[in-house]
């Protein structure tokens, strides 16, 4: 049965946020497709093999995974460099999500521990974080390994090393992400997920995957954290 969103914040002792959607559109400014076409041209550029399907690929992330499986490791490293650095630029121009600042801010009001656990780079997630002043409210930033793409989200282990550093059990955190990566990973992991439908066609998705709560818009979340904490200023979200 699927949980209450607040029972299940005042139940969490820990809060784990994906970044790119939760928190924030990361490629608003910097379409993600252009990026990826960048990449393609990289690897192209180096004599790499590609698919029809690779070279039309839309998602920076898939042709990073591309290259981890398919490339050498020091192609996987140039591909990793310039993604770094295309989202450190991407994220200048970040646009937030709706109420997922209230979201960070409740959380850290409730006094949970606050992670963020991405498959895009610690660096520019500390980018958005510092320009955006919430770096204060985040005890932890869990990035994508180092041109090591196989260890990204759905496989669990980023959000093991979350939990384990700060020294939380599994099973009394809830992460909130808004992909299949996310769910899955969190359910490997033993830790409880709050699937964000920022579409409608992933809610569906999202229950069949074993999200304990799917929500429509972060405000839900926000609302649920300043309720299970009786937090004054409940009326402003």
């Given at each position: 049965?699927?949980?209450?969103?607040?029972?299940?914040?005042?139940?969490?002792r820990a809060l784990l946020l994906d970044f790119d959607?939760p928190v924030c559109s990361i490629f608003a400014g910097?379409?993600?497709?252009?990026?990826?076409?960048?990449?393609?041209?990289?690897?192209?550029?180096?004599?790499?093999?590609?698919?029809?399907?690779?070279?039309?690929?839309?998602?920076?992330?898939?042709?990073?995974?591309?290259?981890?499986?398919?490339?050498?490791?020091?192609?996987?490293?140039?591909?990793?460099?310039?993604?770094?650095?295309?989202?450190?630029?991407?994220?200048?121009?970040?646009?937030?999500?709706?109420?997922?600042?209230?979201?960070?801010?409740?959380?850290?009001?409730?006094?949970?521990?606050?992670?963020?656990?991405?498959?895009?780079?610690?660096?520019?997630?500390?980018?958005?974080?510092?320009?955006?002043?919430?770096?204060?409210?985040?005890?932890?930033?869990?990035?994508?390994?180092?041109?090591?793409?196989?260890?990204?989200?759905?496989?669990?282990e980023p959000i093991f090393r979350a939990v384990n550093?700060?020294?939380?059990?599994?099973?009394?955190?809830?992460?909130?992400?808004?992909?299949?990566?996310?769910?899955?990973?969190?359910?490997?992991?033993?830790?409880?997920?709050?699937?964000?439908?920022?579409?409608?066609?992933?809610?569906?998705?999202?229950?069949?995957?074993?999200?304990?709560?799917?929500?429509?818009?972060?405000?839900?979340?926000?609302?649920?954290?300043?309720?299970?904490?009786?937090?004054?200023?409940?009326?402003?979200?």
């Open positions: 049965m699927t949980a209450d969103v607040e029972q299940l914040c005042r139940e969490t959607g910097y379409p993600a497709p252009l990026v990826a076409r960048e990449l393609v041209n990289l690897l192209r550029a180096r004599g790499a093999k590609l698919s029809g399907e690779l070279a039309s690929e839309s998602d920076p992330l898939e042709v990073l995974r591309h290259a981890g499986a398919k490339a050498s490791p020091s192609l996987t490293i140039e591909v990793e460099d310039a993604l770094v650095k295309a989202e450190v630029l991407a994220a200048s121009t970040a646009v937030p999500t709706a109420y997922g600042r209230e979201v960070i801010v409740a959380a850290r009001q409730l006094g949970l521990p606050i992670a963020v656990v991405s498959n895009n780079s610690a660096q520019a997630v500390e980018a958005y974080l510092r320009a955006h002043r919430l770096h204060g409210h985040v005890a932890l930033v869990i990035g994508r390994a180092y041109a090591e793409p196989s260890r990204m989200k759905p496989n669990p550093r700060l020294g939380v059990d599994p099973g009394s955190s809830v992460l909130v992400g808004d992909s299949l990566s996310d769910i899955q990973g969190a359910k490997a992991a033993g830790v409880r997920v709050i699937g964000y439908a920022n579409r409608d066609a992933k809610k569906s998705l999202f229950e069949q995957a074993g999200a304990d709560v799917v929500v429509k818009s972060m405000r839900e979340v926000a609302q649920a954290l300043v309720a299970a904490g009786g937090l004054a200023g409940e009326g402003a979200i």
